[in-house]
């Protein structure tokens, strides 16, 4: 589902410290 | 009594979940109070997502997550992610947030378009959650496990999950005999909300899509 990739996106995003929290 | 290493990793543990912090322009659209189901709806994805980015911080500091095969990073974080979530929920709307932001969250949630048989046992879970009365270390520890959980779809080497998750389990059960020294069934209690959490996991998709279709 469109949902799950959405997470696993952020995920991977944040894994590699992409995101600012 | 915990040993020097266990109160160790339950301070180390403790602290990186209390960095966890609740945004500050999400305080201010919560308290706004004129909102459509959809505004509501949509500020209850931002804050969703940003729930994601918090969790995978606080996991990265779980001792030896990083040093576990990349996949299974990825595996671990997506299947407890929405339990997380929820774990995170309880404790906020229990401990954390003042009661007026409570109130105006729960109005928020109420009416964003979401479906009652979703409503009531996410609420219903926050309730049970309060009732247990959790200290914060349990909190932060009971997040760590679901995290580190080994059973979780897609984890290739479950071992090395169990070694993460196996010493956090038996502190925890340490901290809740000495917490809740009159109540011998409260770690019991706490690994049955684990189960219960678990139900969200379908019931959060279920959700979604349903959104979707309306």
Same mark, same amino acid.
């Given at each position: 589902?469109? =949902? !799950?990739? #959405?997470?696993?996106?952020?995920?991977?995003? *944040?894994?590699? #410290? @992409?995101?600012?929290? | 009594?915990?040993?020097?290493?266990?109160?160790?990793?339950? @301070?180390?543990?403790?602290?990186?979940?209390?960095?966890? #912090?609740?945004?500050?322009?999400?305080?201010?659209?919560?308290?706004? $109070?004129?909102?459509?189901?959809?505004? !509501?709806?949509?500020?209850?994805?931002?804050?969703?997502?940003?729930?994601?980015?918090?969790?995978?911080?606080?996991?990265?500091?779980?001792?030896?997550?990083?040093?576990?095969?990349?996949?299974?990073?990825? *595996?671990?974080?997506?299947?407890? *992610?929405?339990?997380?979530?929820? /774990?995170? +929920? *309880?404790?906020?709307?229990?401990?954390?947030?003042?009661?007026?932001?409570?109130?105006?969250?729960?109005?928020?949630?109420? !009416?964003?378009?979401? +479906?009652?048989?979703?409503?009531?046992?996410?609420? @219903?879970?926050?309730?049970?959650? #309060?009732?247990?009365?959790?200290?914060?270390?349990?909190?932060?520890?009971?997040?760590?496990?679901?995290?580190? =959980?080994?059973?979780?779809?897609?984890?290739?080497?479950? $071992? +090395?999950?169990?070694?993460?998750?196996?010493? /956090?389990?038996?502190?925890?059960?340490?901290?809740?005999?000495?917490?809740?020294?009159? @109540?011998?069934?409260?770690?019991?209690?706490? /690994?049955?909300?684990?189960?219960?959490?678990?139900?969200?996991?379908?019931?959060?998709?279920?959700? /979604?899509?349903?959104?979707?279709? !309306?």
């Amino acid at each position: 589902p469109a =949902s !799950n990739l #959405g997470l696993e996106d952020i995920i991977r995003k *944040a894994l590699m #410290g @992409n995101i600012e929290t | 009594e915990l040993t020097r290493e266990q109160q160790n990793l339950v @301070n180390y543990i403790l602290e990186a979940h209390l960095k966890q #912090g609740f945004p500050a322009d999400m305080s201010n659209k919560l308290l706004r $109070e004129q909102s459509s189901a959809e505004e !509501n709806f949509l500020l209850l994805t931002e804050m969703a997502t940003t729930h994601v980015q918090v969790i995978v911080e606080f996991t990265k500091k779980l001792p030896g997550f990083q040093a576990l095969d990349h996949e299974d990073q990825i *595996a671990l974080l997506k299947g407890s *992610a929405v339990e997380a979530m929820f /774990l995170r +929920s *309880a404790q906020i709307f229990n401990e954390k947030v003042p009661e007026d932001h409570t109130e105006q969250l729960e109005d928020k949630i109420r !009416n964003s378009g979401i +479906s009652q048989e979703y409503i009531t046992p996410m609420f @219903n879970f926050y309730k049970s959650m #309060g009732d247990l009365k959790m200290c914060r270390e349990e909190y932060a520890l009971l997040t760590a496990i679901t995290i580190l =959980s080994p059973d979780r779809q897609y984890v290739r080497n479950r $071992e +090395s999950v169990e070694k993460l998750q196996e010493p /956090l389990i038996e502190v925890l059960q340490k901290i809740c005999k000495r917490q809740h020294p009159g @109540n011998p069934q409260h770690f019991a209690c706490l /690994l049955g909300r684990l189960t219960e959490l678990r139900t969200f996991n379908h019931q959060h998709a279920e959700m /979604l899509m349903s959104w979707k279709v !309306n």
